[in-house]
């Protein structure tokens, strides 16, 4: 079993930036890819960014790509993510994952590859 909760969200005028952490409980916090994912109002949960449990690789949503980083502390069992040049349709309420994939550099983008989720924080942008 692992527990996540998530912090760092908030309210943001477009252009800015935010950190969202997800701090897991469990031992076995390294053995999981982690990813987040977000879901607007009126629309599905959609992928955001993942980082393999090795933190080997890292997988982002292309409306995301070079804006927002996904980092991972094993040692903290932590992982983040740093969102910046943030617009409003970045406004969500953001989730993190934890799954227990196969390989070291998997990097899964669906949420139905994830069995543990957090109680999401809501970001947000205004314009």
């Known amino acids: 079993q692992v527990q996540l909760v998530e912090s760092g969200g908030g309210l943001v005028q477009a252009g800015g930036s935010l950190r969202l952490s997800c701090a897991a409980s469990g031992r076995t916090f390294s053995s999981y890819a982690m990813g987040w994912f977000r879901q607007a109002p009126g629309k599905e949960r959609e992928f955001v960014a993942a980082?393999?449990?090795?933190?080997?690789?890292?997988s982002y949503a292309n409306s995301v790509k070079g804006r927002f980083t996904i980092s991972r502390d094993n040692a903290k069992n932590t992982v983040y993510l740093q969102m910046n040049s943030l617009e409003p349709e970045d406004t969500a309420v953001y989730y993190c994952?934890?799954?227990?994939?196969?390989?070291?550099?998997?990097?899964?983008?669906?949420?139905?590859?994830?069995?543990?989720w957090g109680q999401g924080t809501q970001v947000t942008v205004s314009s």
């Open positions: 994952a934890a799954g227990v994939v196969a390989g070291a550099l998997n990097t899964p983008r669906t949420s139905s590859e994830y069995a543990y």
């Open positions: 980082i393999s449990w090795s933190g080997g690789r890292i």
